[in-house]
């Protein structure tokens, strides 16, 4: 008759078996570093003003021409976009008639849409003109992060900023992680991040949520803690500012694609000893998030526990030879 005690040992046998197994799979279907592709369509972006004309966009290696470029990843956002644009370029154009130095472009990286994001997108650059606001429109649908990846490579700017395009965080802001950024960005390797935050407004968020989504996002903030990034309180705000020599090195070493690409981010500006800031800034929920409240918060969770594994065990690595010059 089988005893409890020859149960007991069976299942930790079969767990052991089991995450070695699962240590093989993963070893054996990662690459050490990421593939990015960019198709022959992504490089080029088209001007209304002159019958669509195909031009080729600048490379993140290319010498920056603009003092900002403002990265909007977009999926499905024909709604949205509009209202996140027109108050940037409000505050764009301000700054720029304040100082002609203050120049400035705008990507809008269609990440694969269904709907008409490009097409108002494009009506934004027939108004303004393509040397300010540009289109890429991939493909097919990579991820926020590799949406942001891919417009990123494609700017022109000596700071660059990825902003969410639903505009729930009040863009003038802007001005406040600028003022970070002077501050923390003094080494000669001219690296360095100053990240958005919405920490301050935590315990009103906790107040509206549910007890289990409070939960979850306790769960997800530890997690975030414990294997990946110190020191930052809120990691996945949609506001990050970056130097020309950080955005390449981090991006170009970014395996992650979708929710939690902002972790990984961080995560190697660490490694890399990138001084990174945090600001506070205005930010209102908007409604129309693409996120699923608890299944997002899961497959995140799960891409902390790998983005953490694959590093300890040497799957993942982070070149630190990618220099702009």
Same mark, same amino acid.
């Given at each position: 008759?089988?005893? %409890? ?25 990662? =690459?050490?570093?990421?593939? +990015?592709?960019?198709? =022959?369509?992504? *490089? ?8 669509? *004309? ?28 509009? $209202? ?12 720029? *008639? ?22 108002? &997108? ?34 022109? &700017?000596?700071?660059?900023?990825? /902003?969410? /395009?639903?505009?729930?965080?009040? @863009?003038?802001? @802007? ?8 501050? $923390? ?8 991040? +100053?990240? &958005?935050?919405? /920490? ?27 294997? !990946? ?7 996945? !705000? ?6 020309? =020599? ?14 939690? @690409? ?17 600001? /506070? ?19 995140? &969770? ?6 953490? %594994? ?16």
């Amino acid at each position: 008759m089988v005893t %409890l005690l020859q149960l007991l040992y069976a299942a930790i046998v079969l767990g052991f078996i089991l995450l070695i197994a699962g240590l093989v799979s993963v070893y054996v279907t990662t =690459e050490p570093m990421p593939y +990015v592709h960019i198709h =022959e369509s992504e *490089k080029y972006f088209k001007d209304p003003n002159q019958g669509n *004309k195909k031009t080729p966009f600048a490379t993140i290696k290319d010498r920056p021409s603009k003092n900002l470029s403002v990265i909007v990843p977009s999926y499905n956002e024909e709604e949205r976009l509009p $209202i996140m644009l027109d108050q940037a370029i409000e505050f764009l154009e301000a700054r720029l *008639k304040k100082n002609a130095s203050n120049t400035y472009e705008i990507i809008v990286v269609d990440d694969g849409s269904r709907d008409s994001t490009s097409e108002v &997108g494009l009506e934004y650059s027939k108004r303004y003109g393509t040397d300010k606001v540009r289109v890429l429109t991939l493909e097919r649908n990579r991820g926020k992060g590799g949406a942001v990846r891919v417009g990123m490579f494609s700017s022109r &700017g000596e700071y660059l900023i990825f /902003a969410d /395009a639903d505009g729930a965080t009040e @863009f003038p802001d @802007f001005e406040h992680l600028e003022s970070a950024m002077k501050q $923390i960005n003094t080494k000669d390797h001219g690296m360095a991040i +100053v990240c &958005g935050s919405r /920490a301050h407004l935590q315990t009103e968020a906790v107040a509206k949520r549910t007890m289990f989504r409070t939960f979850l996002m306790y769960g997800f903030h530890f997690l975030v803690w414990f294997l !990946c990034v110190k020191g930052i309180k809120d990691t996945q !705000c949609g506001f990050k500012l970056f130097t020309r =020599e950080a955005s390449l090195r981090l991006f170009y070493n970014l395996h992650i694609n979708r929710w939690a @690409f902002d972790v990984e981010l961080l995560y190697i500006a660490q490694r890399l000893n990138i001084p990174i800031a945090e600001v /506070a800034v205005n930010w209102t929920e908007i409604d129309g998030s693409k996120m699923v409240p608890v299944w997002s918060w899961l497959q995140m &969770g799960r891409d902390l526990i790998l983005i953490r %594994l694959r590093y300890i065990l040497g799957i993942w690595r982070i070149d630190r030879s990618i220099k702009s010059q």
